[in-house]
């Protein structure tokens, strides 16, 4: 079974920078889709990016240009860098996997929607204004 633990939040001002880790264990699959989500207080969890095992990403409108997804395979950790950061980037960040039952050549299909099958317990990111 695949465990995820995030790492890297923290708080900071306006305009400033953290990079986000995902450390997955047991991720040894030929196809697979990552992802970071964020939920805000009050507010529905949303989607921020998604990766597939074979370099596809997507962003969110809201972060298109400041954020950026990327692995390393090697250690099997997904990093999320957040750069420019704005008070309304304020949430708890969650990494996700979806491990399709049969080889996906595009994993992440479904966007934001695709049936995630493991989560992170999150790490908070506080952006001061």
């Known amino acids: 079974q695949v465990q995820l633990v995030e790492s890297g939040g923290g708080s900071v001002q306006a305009g400033g920078s953290l990079r986000l880790s995902c450390a997955a264990s047991?991720?040894?699959?030929?196809?697979?889709?990552m992802g970071w989500f964020r939920q805000a207080p009050g507010k529905e969890r949303e989607g921020v990016a998604t990766?597939?095992?074979?370099?596809?990403?997507t962003y969110a409108d809201s972060v298109k240009g400041r954020f950026t997804i990327s692995q390393d395979n090697a250690k099997n950790t997904l990093y999320l860098q957040m750069n420019s950061l704005k008070p309304e980037d304020t949430a708890m960040y969650y990494c996700?996997?979806?491990?399709?039952?049969?080889?996906?050549?595009?994993?992440?299909?479904?966007?934001?929607?695709?049936?995630?099958?493991?989560w992170g317990r999150g790490t908070q990111v506080t952006v001061s204004s």
């Open positions: 996700a996997a979806y491990i399709p039952i049969i080889f996906q050549r595009n994993p992440c299909s479904g966007g934001f929607g695709t049936a995630f099958d493991y």
């Open positions: 047991r991720l040894n699959y030929g196809s697979y889709c």
């Open positions: 990766r597939g095992s074979f370099g596809s990403t």
